[in-house]
C-alpha cells in the first residue's frame, strides 16, 4: 500500500521539487489573500457551511403591468418578472426591492439578446387567485397571495410550481421548485454521476479533480441547465428544459435532502431562469438558439486522433507517424502535450526536442496527419519570457483588490493568468497563437481553463477576492471563475479566426459555461482507466449533450493508470461512435495505441477506426444537425422512445445508429432494449422489434450495433486519413422500412473545410423512402450547389431473406446479387438515381 513518502515522491516526480513547494504554500498564500479582502469568498462559505440566513424574494403581489413582452408585479418584498420570449420558451425574474439592486449577469451566455426574439401572441388575465399569462404552449401563473410562478402546459398540466425564492444578507440567491413522483432530471454539464440527476446534490464549480471516478463531484465543467420528464399521463410524458443564467458557485439539491423539493442555491447574482416546454429535440434546438450552437468543425476532426503525455520529441512524434502506416491504421491527427514547449512556456517550443517545428508537422500533413498542441492559461512568471513580459507590461494579467498582479503555481512555477474577460485580454490572446500556426500547427487544446492551480490543499484554483474586468462593469474571481474555461477559448477561437480567417478554427476545452459551445468542442477530461470509467462514459456524453455542448468524447482507453487490451479495446468501440475520437494516456503508464496490445486487439481496433472512417458521411451529417439545430451526435435513447429516459448504458449515434457498448470485462453478452419500432443489427441484418429487452451476443469482436428501419445508411471509403480516403464510391445501406409509411433520411456534404458552405457551397440530400405493400420506393432530392467528388453507387439492400423481385433505377431495370446468410442484395455501379423502385 502506498505510503505518504511514495505518494510525495510521485508529486514531486510529475511536478518538479519547485512546484510541489509552491503547491505546499499555496494554500496558506491563498488563505491569506482571503482573509484580507473576505466579502467574496462570504456567500460561498456560507452556502458551504449552511448557514445562510434566508429572506424571502417573493411575497404578495401589489401591482401588476403588462409589457410587450410579458407581465412584471411588484410584490411586498421586490418584483417578480415573466417575459415571453417565444411561445414554449419563458424567463423569470425574481428581484430585490430597489435598494438591494443586483447587477445584470456577465453577457456571456446569451448569443440571442431579448430584442431579438420575435415575441409571439400571449394573453393575460387577473383571476382572484393569479395573474395568469397564456401561450399556444405554455400557462405562467403568479399567484396574488406568494408572488410564485408556477408553469403549466397549454392543457393544464403542472410543469414547474415555484415553492420559494430567497436572498441571504451576503448575496446568496435560493430557488426552491417542488419535484413530481417520478420525475427525472438530466443535464447540467459534464458530470461523473448516473445521468438521472436526481435524488443528490451536485455542486457547480468547475474544478479540476486530477483524475475523476464515478460518484465524483464537481469535476471540469458544470453548466446549470437540466431537462425534467414527467412520468406519461394517459399515455404521454412530458419534458421540460430550465436553465438558470447564474455563473457563481451553485448547489443544486435535487431532492437529496427532501425528495419532493429541488433547491437551488447560489453564492450571488440573480435568481433568473428560462423555461423550455416540448419534446427534448425541440427543447435542445431552443436552449442553442438562446446561448448558441458548435459551429461545423473541419470534417478531419471526424478522424482518429491520438495523444498521450507526452510524444516529447520530433523523433518520437516521427516514429508514431510511422507506427500508423506499417499497422494501417487511419489517422487524422497527433497531438503535443505540455512537454513539446520550452520549459512549459505556452506560445513556445523547445528548440532541441523540436528543432524543426514545422518541417515535423508540414510531414505530417504529407500523410495526412494534423498537429495539436495543447495551450494552458497561465504565463510563467519570467521577465525573458515574451508573452508574460507583454501581458504584465499591458495589464491583462489578473489582479488583487490592491492592484498587484497575483500568481500560481502550475507547470511552468509561480505564473500569472490573462483576465479573458477584458476585450483587450482576449485580442491580445488571440494573436499569441501566430508563431505555432506559421510552424503549422492545425488545432488547440486549451486545458487546465478552470482554472486550475497546484495546490496541496483547498480549492485548486485562484482566490475569489482576485479582480476581473467582465466587460467593464468589473468583479472578483467569484463571479468570473465558472465563465474563466469560456472566456479563454473564445480568445482563442477569435484569435484563430483572424489569423487564419479561410480555416474553420479548431479549439478543445476542458472547462466552460453555458454558451462554450460557440467557441469550442470539449473532451471528458482526466478519466481513470477503468471498467466503471468507461461505464460512466456515456451517463457522462448523455449529460454535456443536454446541456448543448454536443461534439465531445473520453479519453480513449482512460487517462489515469493504464488500461489492458480488453478495456482499450471495448473503449474504443463505444468511442467510435462519439465525436471526438481521440486515445490519451497519462505520463509514466504504457502507450495507448491501436497496436499497443497486440493481437486480437489490432485487427479489432483496425477495423472498428475503419467502421468510423466509413461513417464519416453520416457523422459529418449529425454534427451538421447540431451546427444547425443544437441535436447532440449521442442522444438518449428517450430521444425516440419516451420509456426509454432511463437507460443509461445504451446510445443514440444522430438518427439512426443504436450503440449498446459493453461494460464488463470478459462479457461476451449484454441486455439490450431498442426504441419502439423496427431496428436492423448491423453485423447480421436480422430485424429485431422494439419495447421489449433482449440478450444480445458481443464477443469481443463486436459490440451491439443497431440501425433503425426506414434508414438509408451512406457509407464511404476508407483511406489512410480523411485527406487520403478514396471518394468514387458511395455506398448505400437500405434498411427498408416493415410496414406501410414514410421515413427520411439525410446526408450532408461540403468540402470539409473553409467557408464556403455559408455561401451555398454545399449539398444536402434527402433519401425519402416510402413502402406500401412490398413495394419499396426512395427518392433522392438534392438541395445546394457543392458537387461531391464520388461518381457512382454501390448499393445494398439489407435484411432481405430473398432477392426482390425486381430493381428499377429511374425507370431502368437493375439485377440484384442476393446474400442469403448475411440477408441481403447489393447492386454495383448504380449511376447517381434520382428515383428507386424495389418490388420486394
Same mark, same amino acid.
Given at each position: 500500500m502506498p505510503t505518504l513518502m511514495d505518494d510525495l515522491r510521485n508529486v514531486v516526480q510529475v511536478v518538479g521539487l519547485q512546484n510541489a513547494f509552491q503547491a505546499a504554500l499555496y494554500p496558506y498564500r491563498r488563505g491569506r489573500v482571503e482573509r484580507r479582502w473576505p466579502e467574496a469568498g462570504r456567500a460561498k462559505g456560507n452556502l458551504e457551511a449552511g448557514v445562510t440566513q434566508w429572506r424571502s424574494l417573493a411575497g404578495r403581489v401589489l401591482t401588476s403591468q403588462v409589457t410587450r413582452h410579458g407581465i412584471v408585479a411588484e410584490t411586498e418584498t421586490g418584483m417578480v418578472e415573466v417575459l415571453v420570449l417565444a411561445a414554449d420558451l419563458v424567463r423569470v425574474r425574481y428581484l430585490p426591492a430597489e435598494g438591494d439592486a443586483v447587477p445584470e449577469p456577465a453577457p456571456y451566455a446569451l448569443a440571442k439578446r431579448l430584442e431579438e426574439w420575435a415575441i409571439p401572441a400571449f394573453t393575460t388575465t387577473r383571476t382572484e387567485e393569479h395573474l395568469e399569462l397564456r401561450t399556444a404552449a405554455l400557462t405562467v401563473q403568479i399567484s396574488l397571495a406568494t408572488g410564485l410562478v408556477t408553469l403549466r402546459t397549454a392543457e393544464g398540466r403542472v410543469l414547474r410550481s415555484d415553492l420559494d425564492a430567497a436572498r441571504g444578507a451576503a448575496g446568496e440567491v435560493r430557488h426552491c421548485v417542488a419535484l413530481a413522483e417520478g420525475e427525472r432530471l438530466f443535464g447540467l454539464g459534464e458530470r461523473a454521476t448516473a445521468a438521472n440527476r436526481r435524488g443528490r446534490t451536485h455542486i457547480l464549480w468547475n474544478t479540476d479533480p486530477a483524475g475523476y471516478a464515478d460518484g465524483d463531484d464537481p469535476i471540469n465543467l458544470n453548466i446549470p441547465v437540466y431537462v425534467g420528464q414527467l412520468e406519461a399521463v394517459a399515455g404521454r410524458s412530458l419534458t421540460y428544459l430550465v436553465f438558470y443564467e447564474n455563473p457563481y458557485y451553485a448547489e443544486f439539491d435535487l431532492g437529496e435532502s427532501t425528495p419532493d423539493i429541488a433547491a437551488h442555491r447560489f453564492a450571488g447574482g440573480e435568481l433568473r431562469y428560462y423555461v423550455a416546454v416540448g419534446p427534448a429535440p425541440r427543447l435542445l434546438e431552443r436552449y442553442t438558439e438562446l446561448t448558441g450552437r458548435h459551429e461545423l468543425p473541419p470534417l478531419w476532426m471526424l478522424g482518429y486522433h491520438q495523444c498521450r503525455w507526452s510524444y516529447d520529441s520530433a523523433e518520437r512524434v516521427r516514429k508514431l507517424a510511422q507506427d500508423f502506416q506499417e499497422h494501417a491504421v487511419p489517422c487524422d491527427a497527433i497531438y503535443l502535450d505540455i512537454d513539446y514547449m520550452d520549459g512549459f512556456r505556452c506560445f513556445t517550443w523547445d528548440r532541441e526536442r523540436f528543432p524543426d517545428l514545422a518541417g515535423l508537422t508540414a510531414e505530417l500533413r504529407a500523410q495526412g496527419i494534423k498537429t495539436v498542441a495543447i495551450i494552458d492559461p497561465g504565463l510563467k512568471k519570467d521577465a525573458q519570457y515574451a508573452s508574460y513580459r507583454e501581458a504584465k507590461a499591458a495589464g491583462h494579467l489578473c489582479k488583487l483588490p490592491d492592484g498587484s498582479v497575483f500568481h500560481a503555481p502550475v507547470w511552468p512555477g509561480l505564473c500569472g493568468f490573462p483576465d479573458f474577460t477584458a476585450p483587450s485580454v482576449r485580442e491580445w490572446w488571440g494573436e499569441q497563437y501566430r508563431p505555432l500556426l506559421e510552424a503549422g500547427v492545425a488545432g488547440f487544446w486549451n486545458d487546465m481553463n478552470e482554472p486550475a492551480v497546484f495546490t496541496n490543499g483547498g480549492d485548486p484554483t485562484l482566490p475569489l477576492p482576485v479582480q476581473h474586468q467582465l466587460e467593464g462593469r468589473g468583479g472578483d474571481h467569484a463571479e468570473a471563475h465558472n465563465l474563466y474555461g469560456m472566456q479563454m477559448v473564445r480568445?482563442?477561437?477569435?484569435?484563430? %479566426?483572424?489569423?487564419?480567417?479561410?480555416?474553420?478554427?479548431?479549439?478543445? +476545452?476542458?472547462?466552460?459555461?453555458?454558451?462554450?459551445?460557440?467557441?469550442?468542442?470539449?473532451? +471528458?477530461?482526466?478519466?481513470?482507466?477503468?471498467?466503471?470509467? %468507461?461505464? *460512466?462514459?456515456?451517463? %457522462?456524453?448523455?449529460?454535456l449533450g443536454l446541456s448543448g455542448i454536443g461534439f465531445s468524447g473520453p479519453d480513449i482507453g482512460g487517462f489515469v493508470e493504464a488500461a489492458d487490451g480488453e478495456l482499450f479495446t471495448r473503449w474504443l468501440q463505444l468511442a467510435a461512435f462519439m465525436p471526438l475520437f481521440r486515445a490519451h494516456t497519462a505520463k509514466g503508464t504504457p502507450d495507448q495505441e491501436p497496436w499497443s496490445y497486440g493481437e486480437p486487439y489490432l485487427a479489432i481496433n483496425r477495423r472498428f477506426i475503419e467502421l468510423r472512417y466509413e461513417l464519416l458521411l453520416y457523422l459529418y451529417t449529425t454534427v451538421w444537425q447540431l451546427a444547425q439545430r443544437g441535436w447532440p451526435v449521442v442522444r438518449p435513447l428517450g430521444w425516440l422512445d419516451e420509456s426509454l429516459w432511463g437507460v443509461e448504458d445504451a446510445f443514440l449515434c444522430g438518427d439512426a445508429l443504436l450503440v449498446a457498448?459493453?461494460?464488463?470485462?470478459?462479457? +461476451?453478452?449484454?441486455?439490450?432494449? *431498442?426504441?419502439?419500432?423496427?431496428?436492423?443489427? #448491423?453485423?447480421?441484418?436480422?430485424?429485431?422489434?422494439?419495447?421489449?429487452?433482449?440478450?444480445?451476443?458481443?464477443?469481443?469482436?463486436?459490440?451491439? %450495433? #443497431?440501425?433503425?428501419?426506414? +434508414?438509408? *445508411? *451512406?457509407?464511404?471509403?476508407v483511406g489512410s486519413s480523411v485527406e487520403h480516403r478514396l471518394q468514387k464510391f458511395l455506398r448505400l445501406h437500405i434498411y427498408p422500412l416493415t410496414e406501410d409509411g414514410e421515413a427520411v433520411s439525410v446526408l450532408y456534404e461540403d468540402a470539409g473545410e473553409g467557408f464556403g458552405y455559408q455561401h451555398g457551397e454545399q449539398q444536402v440530400s434527402h433519401f425519402v423512402m416510402r413502402r406500401a405493400a412490398d413495394r419499396l420506393t426512395i427518392i433522392w432530392e438534392k438541395t445546394g450547389e457543392y458537387a461531391p467528388p464520388y461518381e457512382h453507387i454501390a448499393l445494398t439492400l439489407q435484411g432481405l431473406r430473398r432477392a426482390p423481385q425486381k430493381v428499377l433505377v429511374d425507370g431502368e431495370p437493375f439485377a440484384p446479387v442476393q446474400n442469403d446468410q448475411l440477408r441481403h442484395s447489393s447492386l454495383l455501379g448504380v449511376p447517381l438515381f434520382e428515383r428507386l423502385e424495389i418490388e420486394l
Open positions: 480568445a482563442s477561437r477569435d484569435g484563430l %479566426l483572424r489569423l487564419r480567417p479561410a480555416e474553420r478554427p479548431v479549439v478543445i +476545452t476542458r472547462a466552460g459555461w453555458a454558451g462554450v459551445q460557440r467557441y469550442s468542442i470539449s473532451w +471528458t477530461a482526466d478519466n481513470e482507466s477503468t471498467w466503471s470509467a %468507461l461505464r *460512466l462514459t456515456v451517463p %457522462l456524453m448523455l449529460g457498448p459493453v461494460g464488463e470485462a470478459g462479457a +461476451t453478452a449484454r441486455e439490450v432494449t *431498442l426504441p419502439a419500432g423496427s431496428w436492423y443489427d #448491423f453485423w447480421t441484418n436480422r430485424r429485431r422489434a422494439g419495447g421489449a429487452a433482449f440478450e444480445q451476443f458481443a464477443s469481443l469482436e463486436t459490440l451491439p %450495433l #443497431f440501425v433503425r428501419a426506414g +434508414t438509408v *445508411l *451512406l457509407l464511404g471509403e
